[in-house]
């Protein structure tokens, strides 16, 4: 028998106006275990097929190149055969009706320190609404090839110190944290990463525990990737004209509570320019693009198969960024250094 599915965000109201309807799921998520998981990044697929549409996709992938019903992750996908052809038809039939938002588990531990400890903490944290402070967050994480095992250390001390549900809170892992800070900073890290580091302020990182601790949902999870992924999925679907539903794998990080608190953070940021707010078919001020979240078993549902199989096909490409292939399909705001 399965269990109830939990969470997501119904719309309150009928969907009114101009509305894309989009399918997602992810593939290398594991919770708050973002150090020490198998998988270094997490992929977060969409696509805006329609069930006739992904009903027939995957027929084809199955009658055409001979996969089984039961060939459809994308570990199978990949080993079986005539698995290159394969997956040059899949990936080209999506050319514009899906996209995959990367987000590098290890940067988005870097801008969560700078978007939480340096900052005000936001829902909009992580995504193209703080790309202000970016910089800061790009500056620290490629320094971290000079600084030998006090960076990996660095990055376990600030999981330890905001992870939820200490009991009883204590200054301890803010000593921690600062003891790690104090060890990194001593390898010479340089100017920008430096200059960071020395912006991290013992009261205002004890004031910001001090709420986590008393369990202050304004501030966002801190070792929640889902969110901005979610919120750059929205974003770029969005374009600041229309609003977006979206049809999700049951996935736990996804709370009602935690997605009313991410469509409100993105009311009146759907992505267009000053320049087109007055537009015609412009998102209305004040609208949210998202327009809600229904959860879905995959097993139901077609399009979330698709982009199930699309999650996991990008993120085991070992070199998703440079992948003639998947590069169309990758969101140009992916959380994860554009250098790389």
Not at 111 to 137: K, M, N
Not at 227 to 233: K, N, V
Request: glycine letters at 10%; one cysteine or more; aromatic letters at 6%.
């Amino acid at each position: 028998m399965r269990t109830p599915l939990q969470g997501g965000l119904p719309p309150v109201d009928a969907v009114v106006g101009a509305v894309v309807e989009i399918a997602c799921d992810e593939s290398g998520f594991s919770g708050t275990n973002l150090l020490r998981s198998t998988a270094p990044v997490i992929t977060h697929a969409s696509v805006d097929l329609g069930v006739d549409e992904a009903i027939e996709l995957i027929t084809t992938l199955r009658s055409g190149f001979r996969f089984s019903p039961h060939e459809f992750k994308s570990g199978q996908f990949l080993r079986g055969p005539g698995a290159a052809e394969a997956l040059g038809w899949f990936l080209g039939a999506l050319r514009g009706r899906a996209s995959v938002h990367l987000v590098d588990k290890e940067f988005f531990l870097v801008t969560r320190i700078v978007d939480l400890l340096l900052t005000e903490p936001s829902y909009a944290a992580g995504t193209r609404l703080t790309q202000e402070h970016r910089p800061a967050a790009l500056a620290l994480y490629r320094a971290r090839r000079s600084a030998g095992g006090d960076w990996g250390a660095f990055l376990a001390a600030f999981v330890d110190l905001v992870r939820h549900k200490r009991r009883p809170p204590g200054r301890r892992p803010v000593e921690r944290f600062f003891e790690a800070r104090d060890a990194l900073a001593r390898t010479g890290l340089g100017g920008p990463a430096d200059a960071v580091l020395d912006g991290l302020d013992p009261p205002r990182v004890w004031a910001v525990v001090t709420r986590l601790d008393n369990d202050d949902r304004s501030i966002p999870p801190p070792l929640e990737p889902m969110l901005p992924a979610l919120a750059e999925t929205v974003l770029s679907w969005s374009g600041g004209q229309r609003q977006v539903l979206v049809t999700h794998d049951e996935q736990s990080a996804l709370t009602a509570d935690r997605l009313t608190r991410l469509q409100q953070a993105l009311a009146g940021h759907g992505g267009s320019s000053a320049a087109d707010a007055g537009t015609v078919g412009a998102l209305p001020a004040g609208t949210s693009p998202l327009a809600g979240l229904v959860m879905v078993d995959s097993r139901d549902d077609p399009r979330v198969q698709v982009a199930d199989l699309l999650a996991g096909v990008a993120r085991r490409s070992p070199g998703i960024v440079d992948d003639a292939l998947l590069r169309p399909l990758l969101s140009p705001t992916s959380l994860h250094d554009p250098a790389r």
